[in-house]
C-alpha cells in the first residue's frame, strides 16, 4: 500500500487492468470459454502477484499466482 501527501493509503491497479497492461490488451474476452485474447507466462504472473502483494489476503506468492490466474481466466487469457 503506498501513501500520498495527505495520510491515505491507495491500492495497486486492478489485477484485470495489471494484466491487460502486460498482454498489451484494450479490453477483455467477450466469451472467456470460447474466444481467448492472449497468454501471460508464469514470470508476468509473479511480476504481477508482486505487485499485488500487499493488497491481497495472501500468505505467500503462490496463492496470489493462483488468485491471479483465476482472473485471467475468467478474461479468456490462457496460460503457457
Not at 43 to 53: F, G, N, R, S, Y
Request: proline fraction near 5%; charged fraction near 30%; hydrophobic fraction near 40%.
Amino acid at each position: 500500500r503506498f501513501r500520498n501527501v495527505t495520510g491515505v493509503q491507495t491500492c495497486a491497479l486492478p489485477i484485470s487492468i495489471l494484466l491487460k497492461k502486460a498482454l498489451g490488451l484494450e479490453k477483455a474476452s467477450p466469451e472467456p470459454n470460447r474466444i481467448k485474447v492472449g497468454k501471460v507466462t508464469e514470470a508476468q504472473l509473479e511480476e504481477i502477484a508482486k505487485i499485488k502483494m500487499p493488497d491481497l489476503n495472501c500468505y505467500d506468492i503462490d496463492a496470489a499466482k493462483e488468485l491471479i490466474r483465476g482472473t485471467a481466466k475468467s478474461m479468456g487469457i490462457e496460460l503457457k
